[in-house]
């Protein structure tokens, strides 16, 4: 707490703010100086600066000012461009809750709170808003600016494991009626074993003699995948996406203004061709999403899960058998050999 003005006449100022040398100062109770306007300056510019100063200290003190201290962070930068764009959706969620609360008076039952209400509509969701908070708190307290880690201890809920495996009667119907952008977009994952960001971001330069050269942006993983003709008449048909006149692209999947499909763009036109293979195969079912092709992938590989794994560039053999889905058919009794 500020102590008594020495001089009286300085009662009408804000408290902790000064006369300096030259200009009003502020100075925090949590330390430091600030300057906020020269001696000469009226007593209502001092209060609206302190005030601007005070409420910048606050929002550097609370869980939004830490997110974005995190956004702006060497760490957060190295990250794959879709798990920036997602880590910014979860904070739009979790700021309005949490926000303007200091981090260290965030406390396991806060975060329970939320999930328990947020998991009754989106589950999923909450658990990656989680993840991605304890993220935030595990790198501030690295750099001892929290005191501890609030999302510790706190249980995710239970995710259903996918096992949808896209039959080749539904790949080819869907392949049928899509456009260009998607047939080689599916090819590419199905044939590759390749996620949707790693799709969109090969690049021309990615297509040496061997195959095409890709990194995965999850794992780091680093892989040529081998040409074979159907991989080969893929990246044929992606020279047909058309481009304005004077426009050239140094991506595979391109717009026609030559840059490369975003996550959402894409989804777009994934989505699209859908609908329409839904109206013209009603029969079908195509509820799979566009990650399902890379499971359809596992599952089709011949060989071990182990020879699977190798191929499909996963860290651990639990991940691969996460996405080998085909149904194994087994001998009856009497059937065997």
Not at 10 to 27: N, Q, T
Not at 260 to 274: H, L, M, V
């Amino acid at each position: 707490m500020a102590g008594k003005r020495k001089n009286p006449a300085d009662s009408i100022l804000p408290p902790r703010v000064y006369r300096g040398k030259s200009k009003y100062e502020f100075h925090p109770a949590s330390g430091g100086s600030v300057s906020l306007c020269p001696l000469d300056s009226p007593i209502s510019l001092v209060w609206a600066k302190f005030e601007a100063a005070l409420k910048d200290i606050e929002e550097k003190t609370n869980l939004a000012g830490l997110f974005d201290e995190f956004f702006a962070s060497a760490d957060y930068h190295k990250l794959g461009a879709e798990t920036r764009k997602d880590y910014k959706k979860y904070a739009r969620k979790l700021v309005p809750v949490f926000g303007k609360m200091d981090p260290d008076s965030v406390k396991p039952q806060h975060l329970r709170q939320y999930m328990d209400k947020r998991g009754v509509v989106a589950p999923v969701q909450a658990n990656r808003e989680k993840a991605f908070m304890s993220r935030v708190y595990g790198w501030a307290y690295e750099r001892g600016m929290v005191k501890g880690n609030p999302c510790k201890g706190v249980r995710q809920f239970k995710e259903e494991e996918r096992e949808r495996y896209v039959t080749d009667q539904e790949y080819n119907a869907l392949y049928e009626i899509s456009p260009v952008v998607v047939k080689v977009a599916m090819e590419i994952a199905y044939l590759c074993l390749a996620r949707q960001g790693d799709v969109l971001a090969v690049q021309k330069a990615h297509l040496l003699p061997k195959g095409i050269f890709i990194r995965q942006g999850k794992t780091a993983a680093k892989q040529i995948k081998a040409w074979s003709d159907r991989l080969a008449s893929a990246i044929e048909l992606a020279n047909s996406l058309p481009l304005k006149d004077g426009v050239s692209s140094i991506y595979v999947l391109h717009q026609q203004n030559g840059q490369r499909y975003t996550r959402d763009g894409f989804n777009s036109r994934w989505q699209q061709a859908k609908e329409e293979a839904q109206k013209k195969y009603p029969h079908l079912l195509f509820d799979f999403t566009f990650h399902d092709l890379k499971a359809k992938g596992v599952s089709d590989l011949e060989g071990s899960l182990q020879e699977k794994q190798q191929i499909s560039g996963h860290k651990t053999i639990t991940q691969t058998a996460r996405y080998d889905r085909k149904v194994k058919v087994v001998p009856v009794v009497g059937g065997q050999k």
